[in-house]
């Protein structure tokens, strides 16, 4: 997960609440605007998925403010999402991702 710089938020560089991350992955379903298959998402016209995505830190949902395919890459998903209020500060604070009723393995990052 990056922060707004696209710096990693761990420990060196930890999160605080109210941030907006960046999440990169993948297998969160169809879009809109889908790109022909092997080509990169656009960087004009977003692919959002058209399941509802979900995003937990710290336990606490979080705001889910973007959710596609990340512009001008092929395959990958970018979640951006604001750090709620409330989660406790650590170094390695869980989020999960969820569509569907599917949810992610646990990441971590490191809240301040």
Known sequence: M???S????DASNPATQGDV????CTGLGA????P???????TAALSQTLGTVSV?????????LFSGLAPGTVGEYQVNVQVPGGVAAGSAVPVTIS?????????TIALR
């Open 36 to 42: 022909k298959s092997g080509y990169p998402a656009s």
């Open 99 to 107: 569509i569907g009723g599917a949810a992610s393995n646990t990441a």
């Open 31 to 34: 879009v809109s605007n889908p």
């Open 21 to 24: 991350l960046q999440i990169y």
């Open 2 to 4: 990056a922060d707004a």
């Open 56 to 64: 937990k830190i710290g336990g606490i949902d979080a705001p889910v």
């Open 6 to 9: 696209n710096r990693l938020a």
